[in-house]
T-cell receptor, first 113, second 108 residues
Framework: SQTIHQWPATLVQPVGSPLSLECTVE??????LYWYRQAAGRGLQLLFY??????ISSEVPQNLSASRPQDRQFILSSKKLLLSDSGFYLCAWSPGDGQETQYFGPGTRLLVL | DAKTTQPPSMDCAEGRAANLPCNHS???????VYWYRQIHSQGPQYIIH???NNETNEMASLIITEDRKSSTLILPHATLRDTAVYYCIVSPGNKLVFGAGTILRVKS
């Protein structure tokens, strides 16, 4: 069966520090991968999605970037965090074969101080 | 923007069926109706999806009207663990736009 991992589970970072969040998927090949953010009390916002290695689409302009160095690895990064980057970051995958139901990871809760 | 309208909150008695409505009057022919739920502090959990036929799985049933402009998610025997935010989403599949959802409170 497929599983999706995210780490760390929680993170407290100072303003201006760099960020790297990692997501990995097991049990599938060539998945579509997604990064979402959920600000406190708000809905989920799609940040990036990827249909293959090195292929990244950005949905909203922001202080973040994404990379997909391996088929089942998706990384969310920032060079300098802002207070507004605080939130709950969720990674998701879908089979990428026309059946596009998305399955979410446990999330990383980021607090920027 | 989300293309669905859901009530902000609903209550349901434990053991009874929970019927969560969703309006999607502008749904396109190639768009599916997806339902997810999010329990506090967790990632969203896929529940069910459908195109135009009613669907049932181990978690829930999805009833889609013939004109596809609305749907209802049915949890047949709600438990306290079903308390969550329920999201109704219409999408061709590759992108999900989450709205505010319905907060379902299951009470004993």
């Amino acid at each position: 069966s497929q599983t999706i991992h995210q780490w760390p589970a929680t993170l407290v970072q100072p303003v201006g520090s760099p960020l790297s969040l990692e997501c990995t998927v097991e049990g599938t090949s060539n998945p579509n991968l997604y990064w979402y953010r959920q600000a406190a009390g708000r809905g989920l916002q799609l940040l990036f999605y990827s249909v293959g290695i090195g292929q990244i689409s950005s949905e909203v302009p922001q202080n973040l970037s994404a990379s997909r160095p391996q088929d089942r690895q998706f990384i969310l990064s920032s060079k300098k965090l802002l207070l507004s980057d605080s939130g709950f970051y969720l990674c998701a995958w879908s089979p990428g074969d026309g059946q596009e139901t998305q399955y979410f990871g446990p999330g990383t809760r980021l607090l920027v101080l | 923007d989300a293309k669905t309208t859901q009530p902000p909150s609903m209550d349901c008695a434990e053991g009874r069926a929970a019927n969560l409505p969703c309006n999607h009057s502008t749904i396109s022919g190639n768009e599916y109706v997806y339902w997810y739920r999010q329990i506090h502090s967790q990632g969203p959990q896929y529940i069910i999806h459908g195109l135009k036929n009613n669907e049932t799985n181990e978690m829930a049933s999805l009833i889609i009207t013939e004109d596809r402009k609305s749907s209802t998610l049915i949890l047949p025997h709600a438990t306290l663990r079903d308390t969550a935010v329920y999201y109704c989403i219409v999408s061709p599949g590759n992108k999900l736009v989450f709205g505010a959802g319905t907060i379902l409170r299951v009470k004993s």
